[in-house]
């Protein structure tokens, strides 16, 4: 519509310009070419025929630049149909449609969207071969759209388990500086958990807790593998778990999880002081059975004050079949034969389980009555094969 205006105001200004020559003017135009002849035309013919060859090119220039155009618009809409199949899922027409639209598009952020929708699509469909033809043609064509295309890249390197060459990608993204998006920070996560960074990991989760704390379980969840695995990595070198232990917040060490990991690295490493208080700390809030169970681990010479502390325990929770076992253990290292089958049978009381039945049998057995062990014994091997055929 535009077009045909200003076509009419260029004819109209023409037309004005024409009559006005022809009523005013009354020169000539000469035109001498060399070696050849003279041309003369009155001046209002040639003003009328250069408003009339400019108007032409200009209605050709306007064409030729629509044609051209038409392969953007087609790009775009490519890109358009190409998006919403990918998120409809239906990979393979988005595919074709994003693949289509990256050849035509002339602009940089059409023709890098159009290759991301592709190169994903690709991915779902498991078309490695095309997603790197994909891939390798989008690093060579659009420089200028960086971060869409180091992102993809980071991510399709992820999703193949090359997390060294996705975290080199994303050092290329950072090199930029500023403040990273969550989507590029929960990329590093995935690729420094891939490599066992675990501290790089925790680092990061602490941030994007911060920033979404919708997805606090989530990223805690994370949080609470990275801790175990350096639990174990720093399990027999008592300086370095101690600093670790230490180093943790409040919260983190009164998460049973966590506490249940340094326990054991403590028992391992063979600080049974450390382990014992650890679980003296945590067990009254929730009750965990582990730290429970582990309490009867790496006894000392403490195991006296071990069943004061638990029997105090036991108030509160008189039918814990973990806690009624664990002292029945600990009775049972202290020699106090009475008490410790009184717990242990009233711990198969409430949940029959194969450990009570045999800690029961070594209590019968160091009591020399093998009959009633070898019976806890063979009850102890029923269970077990009954629990192993129920878990098939």
């Not at 310009?17 to 022809?22: F, G, N, Y």
């Not at 009523?23 to 009339?52: M, S, W």
């Amino acid at each position: 519509m535009r077009l045909i205006l200003w076509v009419l105001v260029l004819f109209a200004a023409a037309v004005a310009v024409a009559l006005a020559i022809e009523e005013y003017g009354t020169g000539h135009l000469v035109v001498e070419v060399p070696e050849f002849e003279k041309f003369e035309l009155p001046l209002d013919y040639a003003i009328a025929g250069f408003f009339a060859t400019f108007i032409v090119f200009y209605i050709l220039i306007r064409i030729l630049s629509g044609l051209l155009n038409r392969r953007e618009i087609r790009a775009e809409s490519l890109m358009q149909t190409g998006v919403k199949a990918f998120f409809e899922g239906d990979y393979d027409y988005a595919k074709k449609c994003a693949a289509k639209g990256f050849k035509l598009a002339k602009t940089p952020l059409t023709k890098a969207i159009n290759s991301v929708i592709a190169i994903r699509s690709a991915q779902q469909t498991a078309d490695i071969s095309t997603r790197n033809k994909l891939l390798e043609k989008t690093e060579q064509d659009l420089q200028d759209e960086r971060t869409l295309r180091l992102v993809t890249k980071a991510e399709i390197l992820l999703n193949d388990g090359n997390y060294q060459e996705a975290l080199n990608t994303l050092q290329n993204l950072y090199s930029t500086g500023g403040l990273q998006p969550t989507a590029v920070l929960e990329l590093e996560m995935e690729a420094q958990r891939q490599a066992g960074n675990w501290e790089a990991v925790l680092e990061i989760g602490r941030i994007l807790i911060h920033r979404h704390p919708l997805n606090k379980k989530h990223y805690e969840s994370i949080q609470h593998q990275a801790h175990l695995e350096n639990f174990k990595a720093k399990t027999g070198n008592l300086d370095d778990l101690n600093k670790y232990w230490h180093s943790l917040s409040e919260t983190e060490q009164k998460s049973s999880r966590i506490a249940v990991a340094a326990t054991r690295a403590y028992i391992v490493t063979g600080d049974c002081t450390t382990a014992h208080k650890i679980i003296e700390q945590n067990v009254q809030t929730d009750w965990n059975p582990e730290l429970i169970a582990l309490y009867s681990e790496c006894l000392n010479y403490h195991v006296n004050r071990q069943i004061e502390c638990a029997e105090v325990w036991l108030k509160a929770q008189p039918n814990n079949a973990g806690l009624l076992l664990t002292l029945g253990k600990l009775c049972t290292h202290c020699e106090l034969w009475g008490k410790a089958q009184n717990y242990l049978e009233a711990s198969l009381s409430v949940e029959p389980t194969p450990i009570a039945h045999f800690a029961l049998a070594q209590l019968n057995e160091k009591l020399g009555k093998h009959e009633l062990a070898m019976d806890q014994y063979n009850k102890a091997l029923e269970l077990t094969l009954k629990q192993n055929g129920s878990s098939k």
